[in-house]
């Protein structure tokens, strides 16, 4: 049973465009989201998190928005640069440190 | 602040052997949780480990085990290695394990790559 999801394998973007990232989740106990990056053969770097009483946390380039009726979390990358191609992460946790992650995104900025 | 560091990076094994691998979490950080990444399942939550007590436990078999020092410091252990068990196995490190941001953020070090022949 897959409790976060990323339905897009993959997406592609222009350099200097928005990136949306989406990710969804079917536990109601999760209270803390996180977004990951990560290259290959190294491990994930944190980029972004939010608590489940905020919609919105923005960090530089990156704002995560979370709609909790609809069990929605969305990572925006603007502007996108060739940087930022990776695989990206959603995770989500109901308590302490367990970390459930979705499948990853693998994010192609074209310059 | 020197990041999470972990060894070895990488490491070959044959059926039925036993594995060891060591986490050196962020100064400071007393939680440490293990994770397992394969092409299949993806990224899955071993266990998690603070002032030297397991705190959560993942669905995976009794052979992996782990534990904690006194000085933060986690090891892992696979016991009777299965082909199924090569994976990248990645520790991170938090400051208390909970209580949302500053506090449960999780930061991963570079993993240890296990290859089962």
């Known amino acids: 049973d897959q409790q976060v999801k990323q339905n897009s394998p993959s997406l592609s973007v222009q350099e200097g465009r928005i990136s949306i990232l989406n990710c969804d989740y079917t536990?109601?106990?999760?209270?803390?989201f996180l977004w990951y990056k990560k290259y290959p053969a190294e491990g994930p770097t944190f980029l972004i998190s939010?608590?489940?009483?905020?919609d919105k946390n923005e960090d530089g380039r990156f704002t995560v928005f979370l709609n909790k009726s609809a069990k929605h979390l969305s990572l925006h990358i603007v502007p996108s640069q060739p940087g930022d191609s990776a695989v990206y992460f959603c995770?989500?946790?109901?308590?302490?440190?367990?970390?459930?992650f979705g499948a990853g995104t693998i994010l192609r900025v074209k310059s | 602040k020197a990041g999470v560091t972990q060894t070895p990076r990488y490491l070959i094994k044959t059926r039925g052997q036993q594995v060891t691998l060591s986490c050196s979490p962020i100064?400071?950080?007393?939680?440490v949780s293990w994770y397992q990444q394969t092409p299949g399942q993806g990224l899955q939550f071993l266990f998690e480990?603070?002032?030297?007590?397991?705190?959560n436990k993942g669905n995976f078999p009794g052979r992996f085990s782990g534990r904690q020092f006194s000085n933060s410091r986690s090891e892992m252990n696979v016991s009777t290695l299965e082909l199924g068990d090569s994976a990248l196995y990645l520790c991170?490190?938090?400051?208390?394990?909970?209580?949302?941001?500053?506090?449960?953020?999780?930061?991963f070090g570079p993993g240890t790559r296990l290859l089962v022949l």
């Open positions: 991170a490190s938090s400051l208390v394990g909970s209580g949302g941001p500053e506090l449960g953020t999780q930061y």
């Open positions: 536990n109601s106990m999760f209270d803390y």
């Open positions: 939010i608590s489940s009483i905020k």
């Open positions: 995770a989500a946790s109901p308590y302490g440190n367990k970390l459930v």
């Open positions: 100064s400071g950080h007393r939680s």
């Open positions: 480990y603070f002032s030297e007590t397991q705190r």
